[in-house]
């Protein structure tokens, strides 16, 4: 007995649905995996994040185990990051001033100025050191621009501080311990910038 054409054809399309579909799988998986590879190829993992933290203050702390532990909670793996130093002032209206060296995982530094205006909540100045873990940045020179503060999103344990400040897809996490955190960095906006400057804005 012979089916009609239309049966036919309609068999085999399932046919090759279903054959078709382990393949579809696979390849999925693969690109699953390429992805993650990828990523891990261009970010780093929590573990190295710490040893580099820990390494540029000087000292570890539970807080700031708990704070890079928020940070990638909060946006995954970095692809870079900066240590640096700040000077930062505040009567009322705080500024800050900073420098640094950006590293990306994927290759490639250069040497970063930052500077710009906050709300403070002491008098006086102080001086410190800063790390500043780098989520989505494409290439170095993408971070010369404005990136403001993420409004609430000040975590602070244990002595030490992190909020976030972003631009399009771009975030910077500023990391601080002790005397050299100041609550009012998480609200206003950085200006970072290939040359040095005192002019805040």
Avoid: C
């Avoid at 530094?109 to 001086?127: C, H, I, M």
């Amino acid at each position: 007995m012979q089916l009609p054409m239309h049966r036919t054809s309609a068999l085999r399309r399932r046919a090759a649905a279903w054959l078709a579909a382990p393949l579809i799988a696979a390849l999925a998986l693969h690109a699953g995996h390429v992805r993650a590879a990828d990523e891990a190829k261009d970010t780093y993992d929590q573990e190295s994040i710490l040893k580099a933290a820990t390494d540029f203050f000087g000292e570890t702390t539970e807080g700031l185990a708990k704070v890079i532990e928020k940070a990638f909670k909060d946006e995954g793996r970095p692809n870079g990051y900066i240590k640096g130093e700040e000077l930062a002032g505040a009567i009322g209206v705080g500024l800050r001033y900073g420098n640094g060296m950006l590293t990306l995982k994927s290759g490639g530094g250069e040497k970063v100025y930052w500077q710009g205006p906050s709300v403070g909540f002491d008098f006086g100045a102080n001086a410190s050191k800063v790390f500043i873990l780098v989520y989505n940045l494409p290439k170095t020179e993408d971070i010369f621009q404005r990136f403001p503060g993420v409004d609430g999103s000040l975590y602070f344990v244990g002595g030490a501080g992190v909020n976030y400040q972003r631009w399009n897809n771009v975030v910077l996490a500023p990391i601080r311990l002790g005397v050299g955190w100041r609550a009012g960095a998480s609200i206003g906006y950085m200006h970072y910038t290939r040359a040095k400057t005192l002019n805040p804005l």
